[in-house]
């Protein structure tokens, strides 16, 4: 049995996880640029951890401008196998009150200026993505929660708008109307390249306020809002350092095929491959080029 290597990404926070030993901060080199910042290695109850913070420690890089395509191949590269995934969210509905944890299960892609695919013109791949995180992942998050007693939901669909602003009335109306649950500006492109990368990845978005749909909205202070995000941080760290273990006992491939989604998925013939594209892709798609 191979042990997984487990994956977080989140805000600067979160990487103060009580019981992760040996740690180093390490720079991964990427073909596709640079990554975020530095990794913080490291292990947690007999499994390997990765950090990575989302937007560089002390917050310097904007959603729209992540380089997604380097995190994600770096962490393959340093042999995740699992992603949990952590950030901020505005809440669409009454009962996702400012402190709850939502285990996406859904995404609704909105983004416009992200690059969102390792795959392109020299060499084509299409992955399946109706479900687009991991069961098994959700469902140690799920009982994490419970655990901890921290104020979650198992399921929800995630609004992924592009930023740096934050939406108009009428656009969060609009997509309040769709049906979504929680809005946010990080995690795609992050899901669909993980799933590229045959990587189990599952979202907690944790509410940190109301979209402005509310009527309330106008009167939340900036200090409200850091109060929250300072909360949900704590309460992140102590999920993270719960659900760890949880993963450890997986003895084969992902039942849900996240280890092998391209199986089916390259398109371009093998003679007419770009060798290039080919050779960048090496640590993402390298098991099904050979």
């Given amino acids: 049995m191979v042990l997984p ?24 080199d990427s073909p596709y640029g640079e990554t975020s910042d530095e990794f913080l290695f490291g292990e947690l109850d007999g499994l390997q951890l990765v950090f990575l913070p989302r937007y560089g420690r002390g917050h310097k890089i904007p959603p729209t401008e992540l380089n997604y395509r380097a995190n994600i191949d770096a962490l393959k590269r340093v042999g995740v196998t699992e992603i949990l995934s952590l950030s901020a969210c505005g809440s669409f509905k009454k009962d996702l009150d400012p402190g709850t944890f939502v285990i996406v299960d859904q995404f609704i892609d909105r983004t416009f200026a992200r690059v969102k695919s390792f795959f392109g013109t020299g060499l084509v791949a299409h992955v399946e993505f109706g479900h687009p995180v991991c069961s098994r992942l959700g469902d140690a998050l799920e009982a994490g929660c419970t655990a901890l007693d921290i104020k979650s939901i198992r399921g929800g669909t995630y609004l992924a708008m592009e930023g740096p602003q934050f939406s108009t009335l009428a656009e969060s109306k609009l997509y309040q109307g769709w049906g979504c649950d929680v ?84 398109i371009t013939a093998p003679d007419a491959r770009d060798p290039v594209m080919a050779e960048k892709l090496a640590a993402v798609a390298g098991r099904v080029l050979g």
């Avoid at 492109?189 to 009527?215: F, G, I, N, Q, S």
């Fill in 183 to 266: 809005i946010g500006m990080t995690n795609m492109p992050e899901a669909k390249l993980a799933r590229e990368a045959e990587m189990c990845y599952a979202t907690v978005a944790m509410v940190t306020d109301y979209d402005c749909w509310h009527p309330d909205h106008d009167h939340v202070t900036v200090d409200a809002i850091i109060k929250m995000l300072m909360d949900n941080a704590e309460k992140a760290r102590a999920l993270v350092k719960n659900v760890v273990p949880r993963l450890a006992d997986r003895k084969d491939l992902c039942h849900q095929g996240c280890h092998e989604a391209l199986d089916n998925a390259l």
């Fill in 5 to 28: 290597v487990i994956g977080v990404i989140g805000g600067s926070g979160l990487y103060d996880i009580g019981g992760l030993s040996n740690t180093r901060w390490e720079r991964v």
